[in-house]
């Protein structure tokens, strides 16, 4: 590759990026604050989390669970990381973060098409295609379909008022890992294995989800592409290997089993399913049949195998209710990156066969047309990223009371003012987590009956040690309003206070008093009996490890899902309880350290 040619695509590149960053520019320079996305919920792991090396308890969702559940690593690091070299508040730097990737999605997309086709010019152009159009919103839309939805900036109010910049940070990686992989097979270097196998890991660590939109980019990418397959499945295998091996640490097998568990949960498969898979799979052999027999270019091939796979994926679950894939209706993401390379290097053959003058003034007319769209999507985006103060908030001002008026104490919290509330305090919630990454299965289902009303609800909120529970009536600013009979606690519960809606109700029996003296050590008192099994209102985990007087005890799961001790002696007693991550913890940190090392050294050693 000449040095012109270099200089072109780093042109390219750099013209892609200012676009970008010309529409989204707002979110590096004040809050914005919407309330009903999950922002809130990455600024408070960013804020919150102690170390991301050593073993660390996160008290302050879902009864407590091991760091490593409380959220995907990649974006709340790199928020921390911002939060202290812009010396910012963690919400400013969630969106300097979300900023980040809007730019550099394209970038990306720009990289892997000129990377496998050495043609920068309409790599480019695949790259502006994904920036200014949305043509995911014609085929499977969010909402009322409409024709003006394809030049929606769809991509960017994902990222901007809801919670997908972890998928989009992923994308990212994904699509630089397809490069990297292709590369490896086709030169069959361990440089380049090692090279794809960090990407693919950055994928997962952004977005452990992600992984299934990489297995489909893999199977059409493989499929496409010529070359000996035992070459193409050691090296495919090698990278996922030392991926895996990589983001072990933070991605251990209990969190990846309970991402099952909560995806099977709301998504169980049938016989009905395992046919429309069997159908999907008919298609697919068909579409591979004749794409190969008609397609001599393995480029456009790859192109045209993964649009088809994720368009199907996704319509099939938006106008046929058919789920595929666990969470297809996420797979929009992949949809835009994949239609922009599909159509424009499959016009690519056409606009050849052009007159230079003709291509010349179409060419002309596209970037302007382009041109007109980035500024009305720069117009939507100031009025998308306005300031916004989050005091004002009723999330704000309920989670400042609560840690005001009940500090060290469980409270259930609902819907946004849950998902905002460590944000701004320390408050210790009942709720308050991902449910994707669920780790208490048992606490999750009794905090649903407590949620649907339940008759049991005041008993399972005293055997989770809550107490206040704050609800939220139909007619308050919360946006998610859990409870589905918000009178339930009326005259039942002593009102604590009430304020545009939201209604604060004390539990009456007071839960064992615990003590926390660090992240992973806390105190609790507890009296009862001899050979008494005494519940302690944190979630179990074998790291933990319990003292009473100086002796070790054992600690146990109840049937709450909390940790349970038998005392030794009847009376009143401390227990000291000490958290080390156990021993998978410390296997997974080891195979990760050894992966970082393998992986160095076959790029050093090319």
Same mark, same amino acid.
């Given at each position: 590759m000449s040095r012109v040619e270099r200089v072109r695509a780093a042109a390219y590149a750099a013209v892609l990026l200012w676009l970008n960053a010309y529409v989204c520019r707002d979110w590096l320079y004040h809050p914005t604050a919407w309330m009903n #996305?999950?922002?809130?919920?990455?600024?408070? +792991?960013?804020? =919150?989390?102690?170390?991301?090396?050593?073993?660390?308890?996160?008290? *302050? !969702?879902?009864?407590?669970?091991?760091?490593?559940?409380?959220?995907?690593? =990649?974006?709340?690091?790199?928020?921390?990381?911002?939060?202290?070299?812009?010396?910012?508040?963690?919400?400013?730097? /969630?969106?300097?973060?979300?900023?980040?990737?809007?730019?550099?999605?394209?970038?990306?997309?720009?990289?892997?098409?000129?990377?496998?086709?050495? #043609?920068?010019?309409?790599?480019?152009?695949?790259?502006?295609?994904?920036? %200014?159009?949305?043509?995911?919103?014609?085929?499977? &839309?969010?909402?009322?379909?409409?024709?003006?939805?394809?030049?929606?900036?769809?991509? *960017?109010?994902?990222?901007?008022?809801?919670?997908?910049?972890?998928?989009? $940070?992923?994308? &990212?990686?994904?699509?630089?890992?397809?490069?990297?992989?292709?590369?490896? /097979?086709?030169?069959?270097?361990?440089?380049?294995?090692?090279?794809?196998? %960090?990407?693919?890991?950055?994928?997962?660590?952004?977005?452990?989800?992600? %992984?299934?939109? $990489?297995? /489909?980019?893999?199977?059409?990418?493989?499929?496409?592409?010529?070359?000996?397959? !035992?070459?193409?499945?050691?090296?495919?295998?090698?990278?996922?290997?030392?991926?895996?091996?990589?983001?072990?640490?933070?991605?251990?097998?209990?969190?990846?089993?309970?991402?099952?568990?909560?995806?099977?949960?709301?998504?169980?498969?049938?016989?009905?399913? +395992?046919?429309?898979?069997?159908?999907?799979?008919?298609? !697919?052999? #068909?579409?591979?049949?004749?794409?190969?027999?008609? /397609?001599?270019?393995?480029?456009?091939?790859f192109f045209a195998f993964w649009t088809f796979a994720v368009c199907a994926v996704t319509m099939l679950a938006s106008h046929a209710g058919l789920r595929i894939l666990p969470q297809a209706s996420r797979f929009r993401i992949e949809m835009e990156a994949a239609i922009a390379l599909a159509v424009v290097f499959g016009l690519r053959p056409l606009l050849e066969r052009l007159p230079w003058n003709v291509r010349g003034a179409l060419l002309l007319v596209a970037l302007w047309l382009a041109g007109v769209q980035v500024v009305q999507q720069r117009r939507l985006a100031k009025d998308v990223l306005y300031p916004a103060d989050v005091a004002t908030t009723i999330e704000y001002r309920t989670a400042q009371r609560v840690a005001r008026e009940l500090p060290g104490t469980r409270v259930l919290l609902p819907g946004s003012i849950a998902a905002w509330a460590n944000a701004f305090t320390d408050v210790l919630q009942v709720a308050g987590g991902f449910g994707g990454m669920a780790y208490n299965g048992a606490h999750q289902r009794a905090l649903a009956s407590i949620y649907r009303g339940d008759a049991r609800s005041l008993l399972l909120l005293e055997a989770y040690g809550v107490r206040a529970v704050v609800v939220s009536g139909p007619e308050s600013k919360e946006y998610w309003k859990p409870f589905a009979h918000p009178s339930m606690f009326e005259g039942g519960l002593p009102v604590l206070w009430s304020e545009e809606g939201v209604t604060a109700y004390r539990v009456p029996r007071d839960p064992p008093p615990l003590t926390w003296k660090s992240r992973n050590h806390f105190q609790v008192r507890v009296e009862g009996s001899r050979d008494e099994a005494i519940s302690i209102p944190v979630s179990y985990h074998a790291g933990w490890h319990a003292e009473i007087a100086g002796h070790s005890v054992a600690v146990t799961r109840d049937a709450f899902g909390l940790m349970s001790v038998r005392l030794e002696e009847s009376g009143v007693v401390t227990v000291e309880l000490r958290y080390d991550g156990g021993w998978e913890l410390r296997l997974c940190g080891w195979l990760s350290l050894g992966a970082l090392l393998v992986a160095a050294a076959l790029v050093v050693r090319r």
């Amino acid at each position: 590759m000449s040095r012109v040619e270099r200089v072109r695509a780093a042109a390219y590149a750099a013209v892609l990026l200012w676009l970008n960053a010309y529409v989204c520019r707002d979110w590096l320079y004040h809050p914005t604050a919407w309330m009903n #996305s999950l922002h809130g919920s990455w600024a408070a +792991v960013a804020r =919150l989390s102690d170390g991301w090396l050593q073993p660390s308890w996160w008290p *302050f !969702w879902d009864m407590g669970m091991p760091a490593e559940f409380a959220a995907p690593p =990649l974006v709340p690091v790199m928020a921390a990381g911002i939060a202290g070299l812009r010396h910012v508040s963690h919400l400013m730097a /969630v969106q300097t973060v979300s900023a980040i990737f809007y730019c550099a999605a394209p970038v990306a997309l720009f990289l892997l098409a000129w990377g496998i086709t050495r #043609s920068a010019g309409y790599a480019f152009l695949a790259g502006l295609f994904y920036s %200014v159009l949305s043509p995911a919103q014609l085929l499977a &839309t969010d909402g009322v379909f409409s024709w003006a939805a394809f030049l929606a900036p769809h991509r *960017f109010n994902l990222q901007a008022m809801w919670d997908e910049t972890p998928r989009c $940070a992923a994308l &990212t990686f994904l699509l630089l890992f397809l490069l990297l992989l292709a590369r490896a /097979v086709e030169a069959r270097r361990a440089a380049y294995i090692a090279a794809s196998a %960090v990407a693919l890991a950055l994928t997962i660590l952004a977005s452990p989800y992600a %992984v299934v939109a $990489a297995v /489909v980019a893999v199977l059409c990418l493989l499929t496409a592409m010529p070359g000996d397959g !035992w070459t193409k499945l050691w090296c495919t295998a090698g990278a996922a290997v030392l991926a895996f091996a990589l983001a072990a640490r933070w991605l251990p097998p209990s969190v990846w089993l309970a991402m099952g568990a909560s995806t099977a949960a709301g998504e169980t498969w049938s016989i009905a399913q +395992v046919q429309n898979v069997t159908r999907g799979a008919v298609v !697919w052999f #068909s579409v591979e049949f004749v794409t190969i027999r008609y /397609v001599r270019d393995w480029r456009l091939r790859f192109f045209a195998f993964w649009t088809f796979a994720v368009c199907a994926v996704t319509m099939l679950a938006s106008h046929a209710g058919l789920r595929i894939l666990p969470q297809a209706s996420r797979f929009r993401i992949e949809m835009e990156a994949a239609i922009a390379l599909a159509v424009v290097f499959g016009l690519r053959p056409l606009l050849e066969r052009l007159p230079w003058n003709v291509r010349g003034a179409l060419l002309l007319v596209a970037l302007w047309l382009a041109g007109v769209q980035v500024v009305q999507q720069r117009r939507l985006a100031k009025d998308v990223l306005y300031p916004a103060d989050v005091a004002t908030t009723i999330e704000y001002r309920t989670a400042q009371r609560v840690a005001r008026e009940l500090p060290g104490t469980r409270v259930l919290l609902p819907g946004s003012i849950a998902a905002w509330a460590n944000a701004f305090t320390d408050v210790l919630q009942v709720a308050g987590g991902f449910g994707g990454m669920a780790y208490n299965g048992a606490h999750q289902r009794a905090l649903a009956s407590i949620y649907r009303g339940d008759a049991r609800s005041l008993l399972l909120l005293e055997a989770y040690g809550v107490r206040a529970v704050v609800v939220s009536g139909p007619e308050s600013k919360e946006y998610w309003k859990p409870f589905a009979h918000p009178s339930m606690f009326e005259g039942g519960l002593p009102v604590l206070w009430s304020e545009e809606g939201v209604t604060a109700y004390r539990v009456p029996r007071d839960p064992p008093p615990l003590t926390w003296k660090s992240r992973n050590h806390f105190q609790v008192r507890v009296e009862g009996s001899r050979d008494e099994a005494i519940s302690i209102p944190v979630s179990y985990h074998a790291g933990w490890h319990a003292e009473i007087a100086g002796h070790s005890v054992a600690v146990t799961r109840d049937a709450f899902g909390l940790m349970s001790v038998r005392l030794e002696e009847s009376g009143v007693v401390t227990v000291e309880l000490r958290y080390d991550g156990g021993w998978e913890l410390r296997l997974c940190g080891w195979l990760s350290l050894g992966a970082l090392l393998v992986a160095a050294a076959l790029v050093v050693r090319r």
